[in-house]
């Protein structure tokens, strides 16, 4: 709000990979799990970029991963984010350790559950067979207050997986969210074969709006479904350079706000504009460098606007766009 009046930069929104761990491989899994044993970014280490950040101005943190529950002091994080620095706070999980869990969230204002369609569409996308627990964990969550937010993956082997989620997302009383595959810069062909084509994607987007429509608990406002649906250039070149010349001429690119007012911290400390380019473009690492210096170096990444489901929503809302208002706020008492 204060770059769209002022025209100053501050890391409104900022998601940190709290941990390169984790508990399950995902074959589509942009993170780098498993790496190392400890977490670079340790308790203090934490604690000062909390600090840092609330001094710039941040209102908004994700934890995510790897899987941000594997970490012990994890609840600690949560207590000095919420209640010591009085910032929203998300957290990301695969479900797993939800129930087993559910104490270390009291006090985070909502979670975000990977959730990839029914029992068989999902543990066919995550080739892992823990749909039951994670469907126990949601549950848990809900029962103890906690505002859930189910993120389904899109990808050719669970396509169909829309209608599942939407009925299921009533029943239960949770916000449902869908997003495209990513595939990196470059991607490797298992993930291009799971890649949905330009007229699948249409099709499905077109969907989640019609239920949407029939007032299902789906997240994302109308605007940011049109325009993914409407999205004209192919897959996976879907991201334009601020250097790529002229747009289509009859679709009007919401730019991306990535670097002005929001970033992400990988589980090593390196501060991108978003987690899509991580590990993908050249960036500076605030342990090394100073979270300041990292952040104002974030302008030379040359980024303009991609199709990306939670960065165009969370775009459409950083500069204001009352469609994205009107959508967060109907929808207010779930997060
Ligand atoms: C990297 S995970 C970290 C949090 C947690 N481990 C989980 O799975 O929810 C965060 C989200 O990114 C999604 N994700 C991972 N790889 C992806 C990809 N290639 N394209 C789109 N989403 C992806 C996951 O499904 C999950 O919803
Ligand atoms: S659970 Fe999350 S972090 Fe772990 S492999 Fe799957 S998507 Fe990646
Ligand atoms: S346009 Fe924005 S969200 Fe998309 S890849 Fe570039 S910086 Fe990331």
């Known amino acids: 709000m204060r770059y769209k009046l002022q025209k100053r930069r501050f890391p409104a929104h900022v998601v940190i990979s709290v941990t390169n761990r984790c508990n399950l491989s995902c074959p589509y899994c942009f993170s780098r799990y498993a790496v190392n044993k400890e977490d670079r970014l340790n308790t203090e280490r934490m604690i000062s970029l909390i600090d840092e950040l609330q001094k710039k101005g941040t209102g908004y943190i994700n934890l995510t991963?790897?899987?941000?529950?594997?970490?012990?002091?994890?609840?600690?994080?949560?207590?000095?984010?919420?209640?010591?620095?009085?910032?929203?706070?998300?957290?990301?999980?695969?479900?797993?350790?939800?129930?087993?869990?559910?104490?270390?969230?009291?006090?985070?204002?909502?979670?975000?559950?990977?959730?990839?369609?029914?029992?068989?569409?999902?543990n066919r996308n995550r080739q892992s067979q823990q749909y039951g627990k994670i469907i126990k964990g949601i549950?848990?969550?809900?029962?103890?207050?906690?505002?859930?937010?189910?993120?389904?993956?899109?990808?050719?082997?669970?396509?169909?997986?829309?209608?599942?989620?939407?009925?299921?997302?009533?029943?239960?009383?949770?916000?449902?969210?869908?997003?495209?595959?990513?595939?990196?810069?470059?991607?490797?062909?298992?993930?291009?074969?799971?890649?949905?084509?330009?007229?699948?994607?249409?099709?499905?987007v077109q969907r989640i709006i019609d239920y949407k429509k029939a007032r299902y608990p789906i997240y994302y406002s109308n605007k940011t479904h049109a325009y993914i649906r409407d999205w004209p250039y192919e897959h996976p070149s879907c991201m334009l350079r601020k250097d790529d010349g002229q747009a289509e001429k009859n679709f009007k690119i919401i730019p991306c706000v990535c670097g002005d007012l929001s970033c992400f911290i990988d589980g090593e400390g390196s501060v991108y504009p978003c987690v899509i380019l991580s590990g993908q473009v050249k960036v500076l690492n605030f342990l090394e460098a100073g979270f300041e210096n990292a952040w104002n170096f974030l302008p030379h990444v040359r980024c303009r606007a991609c199709s990306f489901f939670f960065q165009t929503e969370l775009n459409l809302l950083l500069s204001l766009s009352p469609a994205a208002w009107k959508n967060f706020i109907t929808n207010s008492d779930r997060f």
């Open 65 to 122: 991963g790897g899987e941000p529950l594997t970490r012990r002091d994890i609840k600690d994080i949560i207590h000095y984010i919420t209640r010591k620095k009085g910032i929203k706070c998300s957290l990301s999980t695969n479900g797993t350790l939800l129930d087993e869990k559910i104490e270390v969230l009291r006090g985070i204002d909502s979670i975000n559950v990977s959730l990839d369609g029914n029992e068989e569409q999902h």
């Open 139 to 204: 549950e848990a969550a809900l029962a103890n207050n906690i505002p859930v937010t189910t993120c389904t993956v899109l990808t050719k082997s669970n396509m169909d997986c829309v209608d599942d989620i939407a009925e299921l997302s009533k029943k239960k009383g949770f916000l449902a969210v869908f997003h495209l595959l990513r595939v990196g810069l470059k991607p490797n062909e298992d993930l291009l074969r799971q890649q949905m084509s330009r007229r699948e994607i249409r099709d499905v």
